[in-house]
């Protein structure tokens, strides 16, 4: 029953969540019916690449709840707790797409003759805070999902220090993709060129200074994520 409830549940939190990532598709439609041209393509791309640690915590939740044994379950969380670290950084690295609003990306899809380029920009604006708002907020809901698994399976403390080194690590995850243009897969189908490329970017203490800035982001967002789960009276 318990089982049954749990999958119940996450069906509808993925329901919610895929209908916001269908909204911001929506606002992305628009802008390409406004401007005739499929700049901004990337942030659809983005956010549905944002899905992957969400699916995965997901898919680790409803295979540790169907494992009645718990040191099966401590057994089967960690390759989990891996996958979902390797591609968390994704949902986070949606928010330094802006800096294509900075660049006046805008200007290469100009507004039609009804818009001024003022009123575009507002627009674009909004689309881009709309889609790295889910985008984030998708992984946050992922990190709350594995921090769960992870305290069933290893205990409270265990699945905390999990969860703080993931923000740690986020924010050196997301230079790597946004300077060094590394992305997850990387690591698995060219492990040598990443281990090179974090060899070099080690040195470099601004490098530091970005990874903390968005770590401390990340921290504090989950945090309130937290707090306000804990308000919930069925929160255990």
Same mark, same amino acid.
């Given at each position: 029953m318990a089982m049954r409830r749990g999958r119940s549940e996450l069906w509808n939190l993925s329901s919610i969540l895929a209908l916001a990532a269908l909204g911001c598709v929506l606002l992305y439609g628009l802008r390409v019916v406004i401007s005739g041209r499929i700049w901004y393509l990337y942030l659809v791309l983005n956010l549905a690449i944002a899905f992957v640690p969400y699916i995965i915590a997901a898919a680790g939740t409803v295979l540790l709840? +169907?494992? $009645? #044994?718990?040191? @099966?379950?401590?057994?089967?969380?960690?390759?989990?707790? *891996?996958?979902?670290?390797?591609?968390?950084?994704?949902?986070?690295?949606?928010?330094?797409?802006?800096?294509?609003?900075?660049?006046?990306?805008?200007?290469? +899809?100009? $507004? #039609?003759?009804? @818009?001024?380029?003022?009123?575009?920009?507002?627009?674009? *604006?909004?689309?881009?805070?709309?889609?790295?708002?889910?985008?984030?907020?998708?992984?946050?809901?992922?990190?709350?999902?594995?921090?769960?698994?992870?305290?069933s399976s290893w205990g409270r403390t265990a699945a905390i220090a999990t969860i703080l080194a993931a923000a740690l690590l986020a924010g050196f995850g997301i230079y790597l993709g946004r300077f060094l243009r590394l992305n997850s897969w990387d690591l698995l189908l060219d492990p040598r060129r990443v281990i090179a490329e974090i060899g070099e970017a080690v040195q470099d203490p601004l490098v530091f200074l970005f990874s903390a800035v968005f770590s401390l982001f990340i921290f504090l967002t989950y945090a309130a994520l937290v707090m306000f789960k804990r308000m919930s009276p069925s929160e255990d």
């Open positions: 709840a +169907a494992t $009645p #044994s718990k040191r @099966l379950r401590a057994f089967i969380v960690a390759p989990v707790a *891996l996958l979902w670290l390797l591609f968390y950084p994704n949902a986070p690295y949606i928010l330094t797409d802006f800096i294509h609003v900075v660049e006046r990306t805008y200007l290469k +899809a100009p $507004p #039609s003759d009804s @818009l001024g380029l003022n009123a575009i920009l507002w627009y674009d *604006l909004i689309m881009n805070a709309a889609f790295a708002f889910m985008g984030h907020f998708i992984g946050l809901v992922s990190m709350w999902l594995m921090q769960r698994n992870l305290k």
